[in-house]
C-alpha cells in the first residue's frame, strides 16, 4: 500500500476530504440557493421596469463573488490543514510545511492568486445563468401568451427549485476545485519528493472516465489524463476540459511518497 503525506491509505484519505468537503459544501449550499432565488424573485419584481435589470444582475454579482470568495477561501484553508497537519507523523520523512510554512499562510496566499485569475470570469458566468433562465422564462411565456403578472408568478415559483438545484453544482464544484488548488500548494512546501495519485470515488454515482483514471500516478506538476483531457486535479476548471469531466465531482488526490 502506497504510502502517503497524511499517512492514510489512498481510498482512505478520498473519503476523508470527500468528508471535509461535504461539511463546507452543505454550508454554502443553502447560502448561495437563498441569493439564488432572491436574484430570480428580484428580476420578477421587477418585470415592468427592464432599465433596473443591470442594477439587480450587478448586486445579484456582488452577493454571489462575497458567498464565493468565503466559500474558496474556507475550502483551501481547511484542505491545507488536512494535507499540512498530518506530515510530522510519517516515519522517516522530514517536511518543512508544518512549523516552518503554517499551512494556512501557504493556503491563502494560494487563494488569493488564484481568486484573482479565475473569480471574477467564475461569478460573472454564475450570475449570468441565473439572468439567462428567467429571459428563457420571459421568453417562453411571451411565446405562450401569459401576461406579465402571470410570468413573474411562473419566475417566483420555480425560483426556489432554480436556486436548489444549481447551488448544490456550484458549492460541490467550487468547494472542490478551491481545496485542490490549496492542496497542491501545501503538499509542494513540504519539501519532499513525491508524486500524486488520482483516487475515484467509488459508488454508482462515479462517472466511467473518472473511474477510469483511479490509480493513475503522475509527477507533482504532471497532468492527469482523464476522459482525453489534461486535469491538474479533480474539479480543475482551468484545464479546457468539458463542464462533463469536472463538475459535481468527489474523486481526490493522493500525494504518495
Known sequence: MANTL???NPQREQRMQALLLDRISLKYQRRIAREI????????NNLSDPTRRPEIIAKH????GRILNSLWFESGEDMANHIGSHEKAIAGYQTKAVGDIPSTEIANATMRAWVYQYGVAKVTGITRTTQDDV????????NEGLSERQTAKVIRGISAFKGS???GTIARTETHSAANVA????AKAAGVQMRREW??????????????????VVGMNEPFKVGGYDLMFPSDYASNAPARLTINCRCAVAYIL
Open 6 to 8: 497524511t499517512g492514510n
Open 37 to 44: 432565488s432572491r436574484a430570480m424573485n428580484e428580476l420578477a
Open 61 to 64: 454579482t456582488a452577493k454571489m
Open 135 to 142: 429571459s428563457k422564462i420571459i421568453t417562453n411565456s411571451i
Open 165 to 167: 438545484n444549481r447551488a
Open 183 to 186: 492542496a497542491q500548494a501545501t
Open 199 to 216: 483516487v475515484s470515488a467509488k459508488n454508482e454515482r462515479t462517472r466511467k472516465s473518472h473511474k477510469d483514471a483511479d490509480g493513475q
